[in-house]
Structures are given as structure tokens and as C-alpha cells.
């Protein structure tokens, strides 16, 4: 007869509370968004021995005039949501000490499989007043001493981000995302409390098995787990991917200029000490450090297309592409541990792909920023890296990047160890035509400075046994052969095979090299270190060819000998009808 008593009276007050609740939480809502925002469900289910509350068929939308008027008093959010689930479930309400204590102690709220879009938009800072603002606390004192929630959960989630205050309106969609919030406390001194992000303990979110396709339909993009926690100030990136959807001679020939491919694989990417408060109220990557690796990049370039008339890649240098990022960032470490970068290249007249190896690259970068009261402090990001040439000579290099210049300033200087020549074939016979036979470095210094149009600077190498031998081209397709002669010139004339020569001091060069628009940051690097290492080795006097002018006698060749095999096709047909 007891347990029939609480139960009737359980359902009498469940249906007699239904109306107020609702009423509660529209009004709640409503006024503590200052209006801005309006809840609306289907139903709602109350049981009040349990302490769950369920609504169904849920929307939570933003008024559009609501959110103007406040923009013109300097008031709106940067964020506005707008959320659909088909349940929105209570667990564990405390009704009584609610009703009767004034006390809200929730154990969670769960939402499963909602739809939830944020929108992010510009909007003015507030000016600073004498008006004191009421804060959330005091907004629901007069109903509540305290607020409690154990455990906010938010299971599956398709997320869209959209960003309006661009030029050009933007949305990201996620799928899968999992947020979990962890003891959310709103009483009278929470607001003080530093240990806190937003009232909370913790707010962590996970993504998981993220793909994607870029818009151009070249790549697929994956990622295994991005995790994040506002506790541990931590966000984890891993099983980051960014696959081309071509073969690298099929990829570059779908462009009618020479196009970059990249090829990207990096199994952790860590952020810490992140500032979750500036991410979310402005938008700016402000990180202590950032860790990246085991990675693997590869980058792949055919010449076989024209350079580009319209980019100049020296707005692509790291620190000058860094100032024009419309997100603020300030990352005071950056941490590369074994990184393997892969630079490979097709060059029309061998016909073969050379490729230039560094591997197991780990170092530092330092100051990687472009906010505007940073460099105010320190104007120059340093890395300091090191790493292995074509898996074997040890390598250290330093780049001081000048982070205000105009003209893209900076300067680097590195070393190599003892290294065995004959590894860079692999490079040399497919893009220099040219063979190494024989050659062993003991030690390779240089230092430069340059900026968008130069460099220049000086290098010491110290090397032994220096033979090499000279290639043809292969446009007619009968592959590479040996320019016999001219390989006996260039090792008894021209190349000194070693140095220094007995009884003479070491040879040392001075490096001058002027950038074409369509040669990246990389390029310049390092072929101002190879005009160094031409002049120590002998040949610096003979006149390089011009790239364009070459790039445009290949092309012709090319052409001359494609009509050549149409009409060698052609008479085949004909003959074999």
C-alpha cells in the first residue's frame, strides 16, 4: 500500500511539476541568454523518485536581432549555437533539496547524437564602464544558492563550425566528437576559483576516425584521435594524414603549371600548456609548446610544366606565409623528433625522379609567432635542427628567421661530417646529369643571409677523391650515356679532386645566388650551398644555364619528339590497314 501511495503520488506530482518545469526552463533560458536564445522540445518526462528528467525532440536556436542588437552594444558572445537532439536526459536530480534547499545537484546530463553548429563571429570588445554586469552566479541567485552538475555528456556528435566574420563564409563539419564536461559548480565563490575553465573541473572532447577530401579533390585527409582536456591544457593530434589521390607524375599532369604534391603522414602532434581561454573568446593559438613527430613528409615537383607566371613562392617563405595568417599565434617551443623529409623531383630531360633525403630530423623553433605585442619583445624565431643527408652524413643546420622584415630577411649556417659523395647520385644523375664516381667529404661549413630575391655568404669543405662523370640528356628516350670526353676534361681540367691540394692552403668560396619566382625558401637554401660548393670544386666558372631558358628548350624538345611518335603511330596504323 506504501510503495502504491509514493507511486500515484510520484505520478501526481510528475504530471502536476510537468508544466512548471517547462515553463522554468523556457524562461531560464531565455532570460539568463539575455534573451538571445529560445529552448523548445516536443515533451517532457519527470520522475521524481529517480530524479531523471527527460525532453525530447530538443532545439536550442539564436535570435538573429537579439544577437545585432547586442553587437551594437558591444555585448554579444564570439560563439552562438544552435543545437538539435532527439533526447535530452537528466540523471539523478536532487528535486527535493532543489525545491526545498534551493540547491540544483545534478549527477548528469547526457545528450546523445545531437546536431550542434557554432557560429563564430567578430565582435567588438567591450568597453570598459562603470556599470557593474551582473555575473552568472548572481543572475540565478534569486531561484537557486547553487548549481551543481557531476557530468555533462555529449556522445557522437555531428559538429559544424562555422566561421561568418571571414570575407568568405566557411563551415567545418566534424562527425563522432564526444565532449565530456566534469563537475560544473555555479555557487557564490566558484567565480573565483582559478582551477577552474568556465565553472568546470575539466572540459575534454575526443574526435575520433575523422576523414575528409580537400575541396580541389586532389588528397584525402585522416585523422586517427584528436583529444583535448582544459585540465591538463593538452591537446593530442594523432594518425594525421594528408594522402594525394594521384600517382606523382598523374597528380602534377593534371595542372598546366608546376604544382607541389605533398604526401604527409605525422603520428603524434602535441600541444601544450594551451590557452583554451584565448582559443575560445578570440580565436589565437597561444601554446608553450607544440611537439610534432614521428612524421614523414614527402614533396614531389615535376618540370616537365612551365613555373607558374602568376605565384612568386618567396610569399611563401615559413616566416613571411606566418605573417599573413589571419589566426593570431605565439608558440614559444616547437619540438621536431624524428622527422623524415623527402624532397623528390622529375626532371623531363633525364626522364628519371631525383630525390634529396633528410632523415631523422629532430630540433628545435623558437618563437614561432605572429602577434603584434610579442614582436614587439623578440622580432626572430630560431631553429636550431639536425639530421642525417640522404641517411648518412651527420648534418646541423640554424635559421634566424627575422620575423618583421618586409623583404623576408634571414640568415642560416650549418655543418656537415664526413659524408660519401656517391649517396647523392640518387639527386645528381637525375636532375645535374651528372655522376658521382668517387668522392669523400671530412667536414662542409657555410653560413648565408638572404631574403625573397638573394642570398649570399661563404662555406670551407674540406674533401678528397673527387671524380665524377658527365651525363647526356634523354628526351629521345634511348636513356642517359656517358659524355666520355668531356668527363676526362672535367676531372684532369676542370674539378679539383681534392682539398686542400698538397702543399697548398684549404680553398674556401664566397656563395652569391639569386632566387627565380617559381624556386621555394628550401630551393634558395640549398642552391646557394651548392654554387659554393661548384667554385670550391672548380667548376664555379662555368656559367650555370638559365633555368627558364632551359625549362623552355626541354619543353620544345618534348613537343618535337611527341609529334614525332604521332606520326611514327599514325604510319603504324596506316600500314597495318
Known amino acids: ?35 538571445l536564445y529560445t529552448i523548445d522540445f ?16 530538443v532545439t536550442l536556436k539564436a535570435n538573429p536581432s537579439v544577437f545585432d542588437s547586442l553587437k551594437k552594444q558591444r555585448l ?52 570598459d564602464t562603470n556599470k557593474v554586469e551582473k555575473s552568472l552566479y548572481e543572475q540565478i541567485s534569486n531561484t537557486f544558492k547553487s548549481a551543481r552538475v557531476h557530468a555533462i555528456k555529449v556522445i557522437d556528435a555531428d559538429f559544424s563550425y562555422i566561421k561568418s566574420g571571414a570575407p568568405k563564409k566557411t563551415r567545418n563539419a566534424i562527425k563522432h566528437l564526444d565532449i565530456n564536461v566534469n563537475d560544473f559548480l555555479l555557487d557564490s565563490l566558484s567565480d573565483q576559483d582559478t582551477s577552474r575553465f568556465y565553472y568546470t573541473k575539466d572540459i575534454s572532447f575526443e574526435i575520433a576516425g575523422y576523414k575528409s577530401v580537400t575541396k580541389d579533390k586532389m588528397y584525402s585527409m585522416k585523422v586517427d584521435t584528436v583529444r583535448g582536456s582544459t585540465s591538463s591544457k593538452k591537446i593530442s593530434i594523432k594518425g594525421f594524414k594528408l594522402i594525394p589521390l594521384y600517382p606523382e607524375l598523374t597528380f602534377a599532369r593534371k595542372y598546366n603549371e608546376q604544382k607541389d604534391r605533398y604526401d604527409l603522414s605525422f603520428n603524434d602532434i602535441e ?3 594551451m590557452d583554451f581561454t584565448s582559443l575560445n573568446t578570440d580565436e589565437k593559438i597561444y601554446s608553450r609548446s607544440v611537439s610534432i613527430g614521428p612524421a614523414k613528409v614527402a614533396v614531389f615537383m615535376s618540370r616537365e610544366s612551365p613555373p607558374s607566371t602568376r ?12 605573417k599573413r595568417l589571419n589566426i593570431p599565434i605565439a608558440i614559444d617551443t616547437v619540438s621536431l623528433k624524428n622527422v623524415d623529409v623527402k624532397y623528390s623531383e622529375y626532371s623531363p630531360a633525364s626522364k628519371k625522379t631525383g630525390t634529396i ?62 659524408f660519401n659523395l656517391v649517396k647523392l647520385n640518387p639527386l645528381a644523375v637525375a636532375l645535374g646529369l651528372v655522376q658521382v664516381e668517387s668522392g ?16 649570399s655568404g661563404s662555406m670551407n669543405m674540406l674533401y678528397t677523391n673527387l671524380k665524377v662523370k658527365l651525363l647526356s640528356d634523354n628526351i629521345d628516350g634511348e636513356g642517359t650515356k656517358e659524355k666520355g670526353f668531356l668527363s676526362f676534361l672535367a676531372n684532369n681540367i676542370l674539378i679539383k679532386d681534392s682539398n686542400p691540394v698538397k702543399g697548398d692552403p684549404p680553398r674556401t668560396a664566397k656563395m652569391v645566388n639569386t632566387r627565380i619566382k617559381s624556386a621555394s625558401f628550401f630551393n634558395l637554401m640549398w642552391k646557394t650551398v651548392f654554387v659554393g660548393i661548384k667554385d670550391i670544386v672548380g667548376v664555379g666558372i662555368v656559367p650555370e644555364k638559365n633555368p627558364v631558358k632551359q625549362q623552355k628548350v626541354i619543353a620544345k624538345k618534348i613537343r618535337k619528339q611527341k609529334r614525332a611518335d604521332r606520326r611514327e603511330a599514325r604510319r603504324a596504323k596506316r600500314e597495318k590497314n
Open 1 to 35: 500500500m506504501l510503495i502504491l501511495i509514493l507511486a500515484f503520488g510520484a505520478m501526481f506530482l510528475s504530471a502536476r511539476w510537468k508544466p512548471i518545469l517547462t515553463e522554468k526552463i523556457k524562461a531560464g533560458v531565455y532570460n539568463g541568454s539575455s534573451h
Open 42 to 57: 516536443k515533451s517532457i518526462n519527470l520522475n521524481i523518485i529517480t530524479g531523471s528528467l527527460a525532453l525530447r525532440d
Open 311 to 322: 605565384l612568386n613562392k618567396g610569399e611563401n617563405y615559413p616566416h613571411v606565409a606566418l
Open 271 to 273: 600541444f601544450n600548456g
Open 76 to 127: 554579444a558572445p564570439a560563439h552562438v549555437f544552435e543545437i538539435k537532439l532527439k533526447k535530452l536526459q537528466i540523471n539523478r536530480a536532487s528535486i527535493l533539496t532543489a525545491y526545498f534547499k534551493r540547491r540544483l545537484d545534478i549527477n548528469a546530463i547526457i545528450l546523445d547524437r545531437p546536431s550542434i553548429d557554432v557560429t563564430f563571429n567578430k565582435v567588438p570588445k567591450r568597453i
Open 440 to 455: 669523400n667529404i671530412q667536414k662542409l661549413d657555410f653560413k648565408a643571409t638572404g631574403n625573397k630575391t638573394n642570398a
Open 357 to 418: 633525403l633528410f632523415s631523422s630530423l629532430n630540433g628545435n623553433i623558437l618563437n614561432l609567432t605572429n602577434d603584434s605585442l610579442r614582436l614587439i619583445k623578440n622580432n626572430h624565431a630560431k631553429a636550431n635542427l639536425n639530421t642525417f643527408l640522404m641517411g648518412s652524413g651527420k648534418m646541423n643546420v640554424k635559421i634566424d628567421f627575422n620575423l618583421t622584415d618586409a623583404n623576408g630577411g634571414f640568415s642560416y649556417s650549418g655543418n656537415l661530417g664526413t
